[in-house]
């Protein structure tokens, strides 16, 4: 039989089901896939056999005293903090979007940065990166990230979580009017904001970590919201004014999702400042 596994030393078997790697010697790799294990007892320790067995039919592998640990059923051990899938949205052309009114509720959805991702694991974290290009009708908007279950176009915050990665309102009380407005991730505004052929914005780029703590198997949705001082439009990927010629320049854009495995340890520094640790 051909050997698949190499190691040039294990120490520290103990009763407490441990395995030490000594300073200089290294066990590499980001998976172990059990469908390129083809042994029944992988290791020994002082004639106790089997240290290490493998069950090819339920991906179990069993160290003594039935200390168990299972691959998914892609054959896959994953560590917390690991990247379980990824998906990555480019937008290559423009798009544009209007506010019907200023401030209050009265968000827009920015409906082409809208990505799906079917979650693989129980209560995993996402990390999640969004770029947006483009030029507003004025400098006077917010812009944020939102979570959802539902493809829909609507932009409610019943169908929407608005406060995954909003600036948080901590004790300032604005009016009604102003409760979403003020408190967004950034502003994707230009000024002078009347220049409409000017050079689109530098990408504004949105960066959190999401725990919705949702069952494997749950489609959850990524996007971006905005919201305005008055009836406004935002245009991606292109200037206001639109012409193939010098200074009405287009770009990119883009949505960037990892899964995470679990578990995560959210720490508040302070107020208003938090830690992720997996």
């Keep these: 039989m051909t050997s698949v596994l190499s190691v040039e030393k294990i120490q520290g078997y103990s009763q407490s089901n441990t395995i030490t790697i000594t300073p200089g010697h290294t066990l590499i790799g980001n998976t172990i896939k ?26 179990t592998f069993t160290l003594q005293n039935d200390f168990k640990f299972t691959s998914d059923s892609e054959g896959i051990i994953y560590s917390p903090g690991a990247t379980i899938q990824k998906k990555m949205r480019i937008i290559k052309t423009d798009f544009s979007y209007s506010t019907t009114a200023g401030y ?5 959805q920015l409906s082409c940065f809208r990505t799906k991702i079917t979650s693989k694991k129980d209560n995993s974290s996402f990390y999640v990166r969004m770029g947006l ?10 812009i944020y990230p939102v979570r959802g279950i539902s493809d829909t176009n609507n932009m409610n915050i019943v169908d929407w979580n608005h406060n995954i990665a909003r600036h948080l309102n901590d004790g300032e009380n604005p009016s009604a009017q102003y ?10 505004g230009n ?15 949105m960066e959190f970590i999401d725990t ?8 959850i949705y990524y996007t971006i919201c905005l919201i305005s001082d008055s009836a406004q439009t935002f245009y991606v990927n ?15 854009s883009y949505v960037y999702i990892e899964e995470i495995l679990g578990p995560v340890t959210t720490t508040n520094i302070q107020s208003g400042i938090v830690e992720y640790s997996f």
Excluded: H, K, W
């Design 34 to 59: 059990t469908n390129t294990i083809e042994v029944q007892d992988i290791l020994s320790y002082n004639s106790q056999e089997p240290f290490l067995s493998f069950d090819q039919s339920s991906n």
């Design 104 to 108: 209050y509720q009265n968000f827009v």
């Design 133 to 142: 290009n483009g030029e507003p009708t004025t400098y006077n908007m917010t």
């Design 179 to 188: 409760e979403y407005y003020c408190f967004g991730y950034t502003s994707p």
């Design 191 to 205: 000024y002078p904001d009347t220049d409409y052929s000017s050079t689109p914005i530098q990408t504004a780029t």
């Design 212 to 219: 919705p703590n949702f069952a494997a198997g749950t489609d």
């Design 238 to 252: 292109r200037t206001v004014n639109s012409s193939v010629a010098s200074a009405y320049e287009r770009g990119v």
